[in-house]
Nanobody, 124 residues
Framework: QLQLVESGGGLVQPGGSLRLSCAAS????????IGWFRQAPGKEREGVSC????????NYADSVKGRFTISRDNAKNTVYLQMNSLKSEDTAVYYC?????????????????WGQGTQVTVSS
């Protein structure tokens, strides 16, 4: 059974850091694009970052550039999102998703498999 499980969310003060993990089971992440998305209450789900396997390229939303870093550990079949200098506006449920075409599309509905999400709350 294909499954993605996010972890690492929590409550953090502004300026703090968190590292989210996305562990895959039932398939290998080596060949696929992995995206991180977030959804705040009352807002649409938005892309945060994506990593393409074949090209090795990564991309980031303008709102997180310079603060967030996506990385892969293929041996652990896990993708990470390191989040630094967190702001209150980063508060959301964060999701990882797999796109089997390995192209990091912008559209949310082009991703094939999704995790259940992990809550990140940035507040003092």
């Amino acid at each position: 059974q294909l499954q993605l499980v996010e972890s690492g969310g929590g409550l953090v003060q502004p300026g703090g850091s968190l590292r989210l993990s996305c562990a895959a089971s039932g398939f290998t992440l080596d060949y696929y694009a992995i995206g991180w998305f977030r959804q705040a209450p009352g807002k649409e789900r938005e892309g945060v970052s994506c990593s393409s396997s074949s090209s090795g390229s990564t991309n980031y939303a303008d709102s997180v550039k310079g603060r967030f870093t996506i990385s892969r550990d293929n041996a652990k079949n896990t993708v990470y999102l390191q989040m630094n200098s967190l702001k209150s506006e980063d508060t959301a449920v964060y999701y990882c998703a797999v796109e089997t075409g390995d192209s990091c599309p912008v559209a949310v509905d082009e991703y094939d498999y999704w995790g259940q999400g992990t809550q990140v709350t940035v507040s003092s």
